[in-house]
């Protein structure tokens, strides 16, 4: 089993920037990647970026390339996803999510981000 605690989500103006946090606890030998994902009022839950543990590479929805940047610290079990530019149609609550193949097989509780106009 793996757990994830997510943070850094709060209020912020149109234009600025957060940085969150994905603590992963348990079997983090395991994790094949780390994804982040989102959820909007009304909509579906959608995928914003994802990062491969061990290699780095890094995939991104089209909707926040260039403006959002997932990384990771292998040492502290820990992915960020760097949010900058942000508009207030990212206004979600933004979920982790730990595989242990291309998959999602750990979520955590989420953390709600506001982008005000």
């Known amino acids: 089993q793996v757990q994830l605690v997510e943070s850094g989500g709060g209020l912020v103006q149109a234009g600025g920037s957060l940085r969150l946090s994905c603590a992963a606890s348990g079997r983090t030998s395991g994790i094949y990647t780390m994804a982040w994902f989102r959820q909007a009022p009304g909509k579906e839950r959608e995928f914003v970026a994802r990062i491969r543990w061990s290699a780095g590479s890094t995939y991104y929805a089209d909707f926040v390339k260039g403006r959002f940047t997932i990384s990771k610290d292998n040492a502290k079990n820990t992915g960020y996803l760097q949010m900058n530019s942000l508009k207030p149609e990212d206004t979600a609550v933004y979920y982790c999510?730990?595989?242990?193949?291309?998959?999602?097989?750990?979520w955590g509780q989420g953390t709600q981000v506001t982008v005000s106009s």
């Open positions: 999510a730990a595989g242990l193949a291309l998959s999602n097989d750990y």
